[in-house]
């Protein structure tokens, strides 16, 4: 989100503005009126996050779930294929360069496009260029060159995120930032379900009719149409604008230069959080464990059950990301009227009990219509969590190191739960599928813990 029209006057001042850390809502005459928080959808600004929304969800299917279907079609086995959700741990990582995105010009774009539009057009090359060599590897032949590309896109995708979280934090008050985020989760969304079913639509229909073995050449075709939707990203950063400038305190050396780039940010928090710095982190650590851990597996169990690809688009990647966008804009708007932590709770009770009714589906063998219940369940449960955590995050930012910070909170998000989705498909072999879901449903009972101890933190924000 990057425009002025969020707000009265542009982002001038190195002012932080957010929520308490405890995510309340604001004070009780700061309420805002049903009226307002749904006329927030409808402004300009949010329709470019619509856009740039759809550039950051679409990279993400294409190297976690319509990858694992394409992999599993391909004969790997889940194990191996539980071990290459590894990919994403460039997630979980990109802290580690997001201070770079946060300070270092890119000769000649920055001086074109502003420091943030600059770092988003080059990630989103990237992101094309791997994902144009992933559609000309065949897994089943060579699996090395697959992971690498897959890493390549995942890079590119979390650079991607680094600058795109900082341009909607730069541009947006901290009162819109739920419903925003709300925005950001439709663009996305959609480009889930583009990623998703139109991926799988793609390849079926690219499918040369009778021949039952496994086809690369239409996983192909699906691949090279995925990498041309990236252009939609592009054509928007070109034309939306930057958000105003901030002028960095000038270095006296490299040593200045590395500090306040990579350890000024970090410290900042630490300062304005004190103690409760480890609670917060706590929280962000496993907020979405279950759903990530859990997710790995999703495209192998449709497999495993006898799904096909156009029920498998259909229900989870059309219908199912649906639902998601109504749980987004519900939590998107309860996050504005009673404050994010209730929300938050709501959502983590939600995640981790939809997981239990995965176990329920696998016991009821090809049943498309229990599969439309538990889509159904458990995206609208993700979508209230997802918009409710990501104003959490914004809240808790401190807008001098936008990028640094977010990037900080969202890797954090990841890098547990992805670490240990590593292991599913080795769990689910030994296992099985239905002690595999309990347990990730049980993973979120200590994120209820954290809410509630977190709801009753009163630190002050920065100012």
């Known amino acids: 989100m990057s425009d002025k029209t969020l707000s009265t006057s542009p982002v001038a001042a190195?002012?932080?503005?957010?929520?308490?850390?405890?995510?309340?809502?604001?004070?009780?005459?700061?309420?805002?009126g049903w009226r307002e928080v749904w006329r927030v959808y409808s402004?300009?600004?949010?329709?470019?996050?619509?856009?740039?929304?759809?550039?950051?969800?679409?990279?993400?299917?294409?190297?976690?779930?319509?990858?694992?279907?394409?992999l599993r079609e391909a004969g790997i086995d889940r194990t191996t294929i539980g071990y290459l959700s590894w990919v994403g741990l460039a997630y979980g990582f990109k802290w580690a360069w997001a201070p770079l995105v946060d300070r270092?010009?890119?000769?000649?774009?920055?001086?074109?496009?502003?420091?943030?539009?600059?770092?988003?057009?080059?990630?989103?090359?990237?992101?094309?260029?791997?994902?144009v060599c992933m559609a000309l590897t065949d897994p089943q032949l060579a699996l090395l060159p697959m992971v690498w590309c897959a890493?390549?896109?995942?890079?590119?995708?979390?650079?991607?995120?680094?600058?795109?979280?900082?341009?909607?934090?730069?541009?947006?008050?901290?009162?819109?930032?739920?419903a925003l985020a709300a925005a950001y989760q439709t663009g996305y969304r959609l480009a889930m379900i583009w990623s998703g079913a139109g991926a799988l639509w793609i390849a079926a229909r690219a499918e040369i009719a009778g021949v039952a073995s496994y086809q690369p050449g239409a996983w192909q075709t699906a691949y090279l149409v995925m990498a041309a939707s990236m252009l939609l990203g592009v054509v928007t950063v070109l034309f939306?604008?930057?958000?105003?400038?901030?002028?960095?305190?000038?270095?006296?050396?490299?040593?200045?230069?590395?500090?306040?780039?990579?350890?000024?940010?970090?410290?900042?928090?630490?300062?304005?959080?004190?103690?409760?710095?480890?609670?917060?982190?706590?929280?962000?650590?496993?907020?979405?464990?279950?759903?990530?851990?859990?997710?790995?597996?999703?495209?192998?169990f449709y497999v495993d059950m006898g799904y096909t690809k156009d029920e498998v688009a259909t229900v989870t990647k059309i219908y199912g990301v649906i639902m998601t966008l109504v749980g987004a804009f519900v939590g998107g708007g309860l996050a504005m009227r009673f404050g994010v932590m209730k929300v938050l709770m709501l959502g983590a009770v939600l995640s981790a009990g939809s997981n239990l009714l995965f176990a329920w589906l696998g016991s009821?063998?090809?049943?498309v219509t229990s599969l439309i219940f538990v889509i159904s369940a458990d995206n609208l449960s993700s979508g209230i969590a997802s918009a409710a955590f990501i104003a959490y995050l914004s809240s808790l930012t401190n807008i001098n190191y936008s990028a640094s910070q977010y990037a900080l909170f969202s890797s954090m998000m990841l890098l547990l739960p992805k670490t240990l989705a590593g292991y599913s498909g080795a769990y689910v072999d030994a296992f099985g599928y239905s002690n595999f879901f309990t347990a990730t449903?049980?993973?979120?009972?200590?994120?209820?813990?954290?809410?509630?101890?977190?709801?009753?933190?009163?630190t002050a924000p920065a100012q």
């Open 364 to 367: 009821r063998g090809h049943d």
């Open 240 to 300: 939306s604008p930057e958000p105003q400038r901030r002028e960095l305190p000038p270095s006296k050396n490299a040593a200045d230069w590395l500090k306040g780039a990579l350890i000024e940010p970090f410290a900042d928090f630490l300062r304005r959080y004190g103690k409760q710095a480890l609670l917060i982190l706590g929280l962000i650590a496993i907020y979405r464990i279950s759903d990530v851990v859990m997710g790995i597996m999703a495209n192998p």
């Open 151 to 178: 890493l390549a896109v995942a890079f590119g995708s979390a650079t991607q995120d680094i600058a795109l979280d900082a341009y909607r934090i730069e541009s947006a008050n901290i009162q819109r930032q739920a």
């Open 441 to 458: 449903a049980l993973l979120g009972v200590p994120v209820l813990l954290l809410i509630g101890l977190a709801s009753r933190s009163k």
């Open 43 to 70: 402004e300009a600004a949010t329709l470019r996050m619509l856009l740039l929304g759809f550039s950051a969800g679409l990279p993400l299917l294409l190297v976690f779930g319509t990858l694992s279907f394409w």
């Open 104 to 131: 270092l010009p890119i000769p000649l774009l920055t001086r074109w496009l502003g420091r943030r539009r600059s770092w988003l057009l080059l990630s989103q090359a990237v992101i094309m260029t791997a994902l």
């Open 14 to 32: 190195p002012v932080m503005t957010a929520a308490s850390p405890d995510g309340s809502a604001p004070p009780a005459g700061a309420k805002p």
